[in-house]
């Protein structure tokens, strides 16, 4: 579909420039610094977008309303985001797009689309549901975006994802919309979309994963299970296990995870779970993963699994995975966990690797990724009038630090390094724009 450029006035002022904004000499006052030094003090700003540290700079790649190769627009709320080599020193972008049934009009389409456009559903208005996923491919030599192209159409608030070893990004809609009159099909799913595939992928919707408020995902490469988050104040933490590696389509088994003795993890009223101590938990099967009543996380509880605080953001590491809990813990401020499945035997250990106990060190943890360190980055997610969003490193010791801080009044989302570990892609989620930050990410030693 061909159409005219439009320009777009957010009202944000300085934020209409374009390229690579340096640090201003002037760091961010003592008060505002972390107790662990990380990549050290903020720098501000000029251009009132985001602070980094000294050495870092970035650039904004890509942004709502710009035109893509496809003749649609960039949508806005852009969320959970994958990077994928793609050869010749260029990634692929696969970005969701957390937008609902009545956000039209941040979506991609300025007007109608062929009754044989590939979207998985559409609304009573016979337009395609406006959530789904752009691709993006971004040369890391020349630092520009040569094309980009909606790669997902038809669904609904795609949250967050995963990477697959095989090269595809998870989308996960947070959305149990039943079919009716407003929508044609059931949602609650997960689609899978080839970091590779040129234009919109066939909308497939992987039923044998579970229907319920998906977050976020991560596969373990060695034995291709894929571990799913669920953001809901009463979530479980779930696990699928193929039929065929590498081929969810073909089905599997999808499970809970118990620990025994400890039925709810979000520590809000006691101490249930404690730092620095290993949990052996059990997985239960779930059955009628599709649950038309949108109760596999109270059928599930009811035979045992424990219950998380909004599980969010979660990522493979080396040989374990981290997930969010945004409010979880005593002070509600976000916890992390982490899972180290067995391996030849051995049973799973869980851990409580973080717990917030100050806003001001960490506050609502949502996406998450692990750094080339070995470091956590974690994008916070407040729900303040005022936000005060940053991205948060944590280390290996479950120390937290800053390494930078939101000027404007969004969420930070998406967050993932090029495969050579040498770009840092991020999201702001309102309207979106995505950044790809570069600087001397060997200042913080590996792990």
Known sequence: MQISRRSFNFGLGSLAFAGIAERACAQIPPAARSEVPGYGALVRDPNNLIDLPKGFSYRVISRFGNIMDDGFLVPSAGDGMGAFAAGKGKVALVRNHELNIRDGRFGPFTGKVAEDFAAYDRGKDGMPLPGGTTTLIYDLKSQRVEKQWLSLSGTIRNCAGGITPWGSWLTCEENVTRAGETVGKDHGYIFEVPSNHMGLVAPVPLKAMGR???EAACVDPRTGIVYL?????????????PDAKGELAKGGRLEALVLDGIGDSRNWSEAAVTRG?????RWIALDNPEAPEDDLRKRGATKGATLFARGEGVWWGRDELYFACTDGGAAKYGQIY???PGVNGAADQLDLFYESTDAAAYNYGDNLCVMPTGHLMVCEDQYTDIVDNHLRGITPAGEAYVFAKSRVQTEFAGACFSPDGSTFFVNLMWPTMTLAITGPWGRVKAS
């Open 338 to 340: 982490r899972l180290k």
């Open 229 to 241: 988050t669920e953001d809901r104040d009463d979530s479980l933490l779930y696990r699928f296990l």
């Open 212 to 214: 319920f408020n998906h």
């Open 277 to 281: 101590k290993a949990y052996t938990p």
